[in-house]
Every structure is written in structure tokens, then in C-alpha cells.
Nanobody, 115 residues
Framework: QVQLVESGGGLVQPGGSLRLSCAAS????????MGWYRQAPEKQRELVAE???????KYADSVKGRFTISRDNAKNMVYLQMNSLKPEDTAVYYC?????????WGQGTQVTVSS
């Protein structure tokens, strides 16, 4: 059974940076599409960034040029480097794994951008 555990959230000032990490258990990581989603209060969960098993990436328009998703298949890890953070990036960030018809979620990590 796959489990996803996020870490790296916190409070940061506007313009600052954070790096989120997601550790995955199980043996399907290297064949899975990994993603980061976020959900702000009273808003729907939205895709932030996604990376395929081959390393192709996709980003929400709102984070292009500021966020970078990467993965380390040897360590079963996916990362989200977030630079030039804005108050509107404040949300709970969730790690997501897609494999065939299965979708799995982590418990989420809070990111707050405020002065």
C-alpha cells in the first residue's frame, strides 16, 4: 500500500522561498505521475505542478517561472521548489500520486505567505 508524507511547509515572507518534499512508500513510484495540488480556504483544490515518470512537467499558469517540480526515483521522493512566494500562494499543499486508475493523496502541509 502506498503512503505519501509531505514536509517542508511553514510561514514565509512574500518574496521568500520554500521547498516541499513528499516521500512515497511502495514500489510503484517510478511508474507513477506525481503532482502537487493546493487548496486555499473556501476554494477548490487545484493542480500546482505535475511530473511524469519520464520527467515531463506541467505547471499552473499562476506558478510558472516561480515553482519547480522534480523527482528522485531512487529515493521515492518528489519536491516542489517555490520561489518568489506571494500571499496568494497561501494554502494547504498536497502530494498526489497517479498510477493507472488509482489516485492517492498525502495529508497536506500548510504554506503561509505573510509579512
Amino acid at each position: 500500500q502506498v503512503q505519501l508524507v509531505e514536509s517542508g511547509g511553514g510561514l514565509v515572507q512574500p518574496g521568500g522561498s520554500l521547498r516541499l518534499s513528499c516521500a512515497a512508500s511502495g514500489n510503484i513510484f517510478d511508474r507513477s505521475v506525481m503532482g502537487w495540488y493546493r487548496q486555499a480556504p473556501e476554494k477548490q483544490r487545484e493542480l500546482v505542478a505535475e511530473i511524469t515518470s519520464g520527467g515531463s512537467t506541467k505547471y499552473a499558469d499562476s506558478v510558472k517561472g516561480r515553482f519547480t517540480i522534480s523527482r528522485d526515483n531512487a529515493k521515492n521522493m518528489v519536491y516542489l521548489q517555490m520561489n518568489s512566494l506571494k500571499p496568494e500562494d497561501t494554502a494547504v499543499y498536497y502530494c498526489n500520486l497517479k498510477f493507472v486508475l488509482a489516485t492517492m493523496w498525502g495529508q497536506g502541509t500548510q504554506v503561509t505567505v505573510s509579512s
